[in-house]
Protein backbone atom coordinates (compact mmCIF):
# COMPACT_ATOMS: atom_id res chain seq x y z
CA UNK A 1 0.00 0.00 0.00
CA UNK A 2 2.83 2.51 0.60
CA UNK A 3 4.35 1.67 -2.72
CA UNK A 4 1.53 2.64 -4.14
CA UNK A 5 0.67 6.12 -1.98
CA UNK A 6 4.40 6.73 -2.29
CA UNK A 7 4.12 5.98 -6.20
CA UNK A 8 0.45 8.20 -6.67
CA UNK A 9 1.25 11.17 -4.47
CA UNK A 10 4.96 11.54 -6.13
CA UNK A 11 3.32 11.68 -9.50
CA UNK A 12 1.24 14.27 -8.71
CA UNK A 13 3.99 16.48 -7.01
CA UNK A 14 6.18 15.43 -10.52
CA UNK A 15 3.83 17.07 -12.44
CA UNK A 16 3.63 19.82 -10.58
CA UNK A 17 6.95 20.44 -10.38
CA UNK A 18 6.63 20.25 -14.43
CA UNK A 19 4.49 23.01 -14.93
CA UNK A 20 6.51 25.22 -12.09
CA UNK A 21 10.36 24.22 -14.72
CA UNK A 22 8.48 24.75 -18.28
CA UNK A 23 5.29 27.35 -17.06
CA UNK A 24 6.90 29.55 -14.28
CA UNK A 25 3.43 29.07 -13.28
CA UNK A 26 3.68 30.32 -9.15
CA UNK A 27 2.32 28.26 -6.04
CA UNK A 28 -0.78 29.78 -5.37
CA UNK A 29 -1.86 29.19 -9.39
CA UNK A 30 -0.60 25.74 -9.41
CA UNK A 31 -2.69 25.05 -6.28
CA UNK A 32 -6.43 26.52 -7.71
CA UNK A 33 -5.25 24.53 -10.46
CA UNK A 34 -4.91 21.49 -8.84
CA UNK A 35 -7.68 21.60 -6.29
CA UNK A 36 -9.70 22.59 -9.89
CA UNK A 37 -8.83 19.44 -11.37
CA UNK A 38 -9.71 17.16 -8.48
CA UNK A 39 -12.89 19.04 -8.29
CA UNK A 40 -13.94 18.23 -12.00
CA UNK A 41 -12.84 14.47 -12.27
CA UNK A 42 -14.40 13.90 -8.71
CA UNK A 43 -17.76 15.65 -10.15
CA UNK A 44 -17.31 12.87 -13.04
CA UNK A 45 -16.62 10.21 -10.52
CA UNK A 46 -13.07 9.74 -11.83
CA UNK A 47 -11.38 10.61 -8.76
CA UNK A 48 -12.64 7.76 -7.04
CA UNK A 49 -10.66 5.35 -8.69
CA UNK A 50 -7.23 6.97 -7.75
CA UNK A 51 -8.63 7.46 -4.30
CA UNK A 52 -9.17 3.85 -4.04
CA UNK A 53 -6.26 2.83 -5.75
CA UNK A 54 -3.48 4.53 -3.43
CA UNK A 55 -5.53 6.42 -0.32
CA UNK A 56 -3.46 9.15 1.01
CA UNK A 57 -1.40 8.91 -2.54
CA UNK A 58 -4.25 10.71 -3.58
CA UNK A 59 -6.00 12.43 -0.64
CA UNK A 60 -3.13 14.35 0.61
CA UNK A 61 -2.65 16.28 -2.60
CA UNK A 62 -4.74 19.73 -2.83
CA UNK A 63 -6.53 18.05 -5.59
CA UNK A 64 -7.89 15.33 -2.37
CA UNK A 65 -9.10 18.55 -1.03
CA UNK A 66 -11.25 19.61 -4.52
CA UNK A 67 -12.27 15.41 -4.60
CA UNK A 68 -13.76 15.84 -0.84
CA UNK A 69 -15.74 19.48 -2.23
CA UNK A 70 -16.79 17.64 -5.23
CA UNK A 71 -17.79 14.66 -2.94
CA UNK A 72 -19.75 16.39 -0.34
CA UNK A 73 -21.80 18.43 -2.54
CA UNK A 74 -22.86 15.37 -4.42
CA UNK A 75 -23.76 13.21 -1.19
CA UNK A 76 -25.63 16.53 -0.25
CA UNK A 77 -27.47 17.04 -3.58
CA UNK A 78 -28.97 13.21 -2.89
CA UNK A 79 -30.58 14.99 0.35
CA UNK A 80 -31.96 17.66 -0.42
CA UNK A 81 -31.21 21.52 -1.97
CA UNK A 82 -30.31 22.91 1.62
CA UNK A 83 -27.36 20.05 1.56
CA UNK A 84 -26.54 20.39 -2.03
CA UNK A 85 -25.40 24.05 -1.34
CA UNK A 86 -23.65 23.35 2.25
CA UNK A 87 -22.20 19.73 1.51
CA UNK A 88 -18.89 20.57 -0.06
CA UNK A 89 -18.25 23.18 2.59
CA UNK A 90 -19.28 20.89 5.39
CA UNK A 91 -16.86 18.36 4.34
CA UNK A 92 -14.10 20.21 3.89
CA UNK A 93 -14.73 22.01 6.92
CA UNK A 94 -12.55 20.27 9.03
CA UNK A 95 -9.30 21.07 6.92
CA UNK A 96 -10.64 24.96 6.17
CA UNK A 97 -11.28 25.04 10.48
CA UNK A 98 -7.34 23.61 10.57
CA UNK A 99 -6.09 25.42 8.55
CA UNK A 100 -7.46 28.87 10.00
CA UNK A 101 -7.05 27.95 13.20
CA UNK A 102 -3.61 26.33 13.58
CA UNK A 103 -2.45 28.89 10.94
CA UNK A 104 -3.50 32.04 13.16
CA UNK A 105 -2.04 30.29 16.59
CA UNK A 106 1.56 29.66 14.87
CA UNK A 107 1.72 33.18 13.12
CA UNK A 108 1.02 34.67 16.52
CA UNK A 109 3.67 32.25 18.70
CA UNK A 110 6.76 31.97 15.65
CA UNK A 111 8.54 34.80 14.81
CA UNK A 112 9.37 35.50 10.97
CA UNK A 113 12.43 33.12 9.96
CA UNK A 114 13.12 35.37 6.63
CA UNK A 115 15.87 37.27 7.38
CA UNK A 116 17.70 34.72 9.30
CA UNK A 117 18.51 32.43 6.05
CA UNK B 1 15.68 46.38 -38.01
CA UNK B 2 15.39 46.50 -34.38
CA UNK B 3 14.28 49.46 -32.39
CA UNK B 4 16.09 50.85 -29.26
CA UNK B 5 13.28 49.37 -27.04
CA UNK B 6 13.47 45.95 -28.24
CA UNK B 7 17.44 45.60 -27.62
CA UNK B 8 17.11 47.02 -24.18
CA UNK B 9 14.63 44.21 -23.36
CA UNK B 10 16.22 41.78 -25.10
CA UNK B 11 19.54 42.64 -22.95
CA UNK B 12 17.47 43.14 -19.86
CA UNK B 13 15.69 39.56 -20.49
CA UNK B 14 19.37 37.74 -21.04
CA UNK B 15 20.45 39.55 -18.00
CA UNK B 16 17.38 37.93 -15.56
CA UNK B 17 17.87 34.68 -17.35
CA UNK B 18 22.11 34.70 -16.09
CA UNK B 19 21.10 36.00 -13.06
CA UNK B 20 18.06 33.80 -12.04
CA UNK B 21 19.17 30.42 -10.42
CA UNK B 22 19.42 27.49 -12.75
CA UNK B 23 16.76 25.05 -11.66
CA UNK B 24 17.99 21.67 -12.57
CA UNK B 25 15.29 20.18 -14.34
CA UNK B 26 15.31 16.66 -14.12
CA UNK B 27 16.69 16.69 -10.68
CA UNK B 28 13.99 18.72 -9.47
CA UNK B 29 11.58 16.56 -10.61
CA UNK B 30 13.04 13.80 -8.44
CA UNK B 31 13.17 15.60 -5.57
CA UNK B 32 9.73 16.34 -6.35
CA UNK B 33 8.50 13.07 -6.47
CA UNK B 34 10.31 11.32 -3.21
CA UNK B 35 9.69 14.88 -0.97
CA UNK B 36 6.02 14.36 -2.28
CA UNK B 37 5.24 10.63 -2.14
CA UNK B 38 7.44 10.84 1.12
CA UNK B 39 4.54 13.59 2.51
CA UNK B 40 1.57 11.23 1.46
CA UNK B 41 3.06 8.13 3.01
CA UNK B 42 3.34 10.34 6.59
CA UNK B 43 -0.66 10.78 5.74
CA UNK B 44 -1.13 7.34 4.90
CA UNK B 45 1.14 6.08 8.26
CA UNK B 46 -1.44 8.86 10.43
CA UNK B 47 -4.19 7.13 9.03
CA UNK B 48 -3.31 3.76 9.84
CA UNK B 49 -2.73 4.85 13.23
CA UNK B 50 -6.38 6.75 13.59
CA UNK B 51 -7.85 3.70 12.07
CA UNK B 52 -6.56 1.00 14.76
CA UNK B 53 -6.06 3.10 17.90
CA UNK B 54 -9.26 5.34 17.40
CA UNK B 55 -11.66 3.22 15.52
CA UNK B 56 -12.07 6.27 13.17
CA UNK B 57 -12.91 5.34 9.87
CA UNK B 58 -14.52 6.95 5.93
CA UNK B 59 -15.00 10.70 6.26
CA UNK B 60 -14.13 11.06 10.06
CA UNK B 61 -10.61 9.56 9.26
CA UNK B 62 -9.87 11.32 6.16
CA UNK B 63 -10.62 14.91 8.04
CA UNK B 64 -8.99 14.10 11.03
CA UNK B 65 -5.78 13.17 8.98
CA UNK B 66 -5.95 16.36 6.98
CA UNK B 67 -6.17 18.49 10.40
CA UNK B 68 -2.98 16.87 11.47
CA UNK B 69 -1.02 17.12 8.37
CA UNK B 70 -2.39 21.10 8.46
CA UNK B 71 -1.55 21.15 11.97
CA UNK B 72 2.39 19.77 11.02
CA UNK B 73 2.79 22.18 7.99
CA UNK B 74 1.92 25.25 10.32
CA UNK B 75 3.70 24.15 13.06
CA UNK B 76 6.94 23.02 10.67
CA UNK B 77 6.09 26.82 8.71
CA UNK B 78 6.42 28.59 12.04
CA UNK B 79 10.20 26.60 12.91
CA UNK B 80 11.39 27.91 9.41
CA UNK B 81 12.05 24.26 8.53
CA UNK B 82 9.02 24.21 5.56
CA UNK B 83 10.37 26.64 3.81
CA UNK B 84 14.03 24.57 3.60
CA UNK B 85 11.68 21.72 2.53
CA UNK B 86 10.05 23.92 -0.04
CA UNK B 87 13.84 25.32 -1.53
CA UNK B 88 14.80 21.50 -1.99
CA UNK B 89 11.39 19.67 -2.92
CA UNK B 90 9.61 22.89 -4.82
CA UNK B 91 6.32 21.41 -6.31
CA UNK B 92 6.97 18.23 -3.39
CA UNK B 93 5.85 20.29 -1.01
CA UNK B 94 3.40 22.77 -2.34
CA UNK B 95 1.18 20.38 -3.76
CA UNK B 96 0.30 18.46 -0.66
CA UNK B 97 -1.97 19.53 2.58
CA UNK B 98 1.01 20.59 4.21
CA UNK B 99 1.33 23.05 1.48
CA UNK B 100 -1.53 24.94 1.65
CA UNK B 101 -0.69 25.01 5.60
CA UNK B 102 2.35 26.43 4.32
CA UNK B 103 0.66 29.10 2.70
CA UNK B 104 -1.11 30.05 5.32
CA UNK B 105 1.40 30.60 8.28
CA UNK B 106 4.40 31.82 5.91
CA UNK B 107 2.28 35.45 4.86
CA UNK B 108 0.72 35.39 8.49
CA UNK B 109 4.27 35.23 9.83
CA UNK B 110 5.80 38.07 7.26
CA UNK B 111 3.09 40.69 7.90
CA UNK B 112 2.80 40.16 11.45
CA UNK B 113 4.08 43.86 11.90
CA UNK B 114 1.02 45.57 9.97
CA UNK B 115 -0.97 43.96 13.46
CA UNK B 116 -3.30 41.06 14.50
CA UNK B 117 -6.47 42.09 12.06
CA UNK B 118 -5.20 43.61 8.73
CA UNK B 119 -1.50 41.88 9.59
CA UNK B 120 -2.02 38.38 10.55
CA UNK B 121 -5.99 37.41 9.68
CA UNK B 122 -5.70 39.58 6.34
CA UNK B 123 -2.53 38.15 4.48
CA UNK B 124 -2.85 34.13 6.18
CA UNK B 125 -5.79 34.29 2.91
CA UNK B 126 -3.11 35.46 0.38
CA UNK B 127 -3.01 31.89 -1.36
CA UNK B 128 -5.61 30.24 0.81
CA UNK B 129 -8.48 32.94 0.25
CA UNK B 130 -8.48 31.79 -4.00
CA UNK B 131 -8.14 27.96 -2.66
CA UNK B 132 -11.47 28.64 -1.04
CA UNK B 133 -13.23 30.85 -3.08
CA UNK B 134 -12.44 28.25 -6.25
CA UNK B 135 -13.48 25.09 -3.82
CA UNK B 136 -16.69 26.78 -2.45
CA UNK B 137 -18.08 28.28 -5.96
CA UNK B 138 -17.06 24.61 -7.70
CA UNK B 139 -18.84 22.79 -5.02
CA UNK B 140 -21.73 24.96 -5.22
CA UNK B 141 -22.22 24.78 -8.88
CA UNK B 142 -21.28 20.93 -8.62
CA UNK B 143 -24.08 20.65 -5.58
CA UNK B 144 -26.57 22.24 -7.83
CA UNK B 145 -25.82 20.54 -11.29
CA UNK B 146 -26.46 17.52 -9.17
CA UNK B 147 -29.25 18.41 -7.72
CA UNK B 148 -30.60 19.32 -10.81
CA UNK B 149 -30.00 15.94 -12.19
CA UNK B 150 -31.34 13.94 -9.57
CA UNK B 151 -34.53 16.07 -9.53
CA UNK B 152 -35.27 16.56 -13.26
CA UNK B 153 -34.41 12.87 -14.70
Known amino acids: MFLKVFAVGGAICTLAQLLINYTKMTAGRILVYFLIAGLVLQTFGLYQYLVDFAGAGATVPISGFGYLLAKGAMEGAKKGLFDAITGGITAAGMGITAAIVF ?10 KSKMN | MKNDKDFI ?17 PRSLIRAFFVGGLICCIGQGIRYLFEYAAGLNGDELAAYVSAVLIFLGAFLTGLGVYDR ?3 FAGGGSIVPITGFANSVVSPAIEFKTEGY ?12 GPIIVFGVFGSVVVGLLHFGIINIF
Do not use: D, R
Not at chain 2, 9 to 25: C, M
Not at chain 2, 119 to 127: P, S, T
Open chain 1, 103 to 112: GYLFALLFKS
Open chain 2, 85 to 87: IGK
Open chain 2, 117 to 128: IYGVAAKMFVIA
Open chain 2, 9 to 25: NENYLNYVKSVSPKTNE
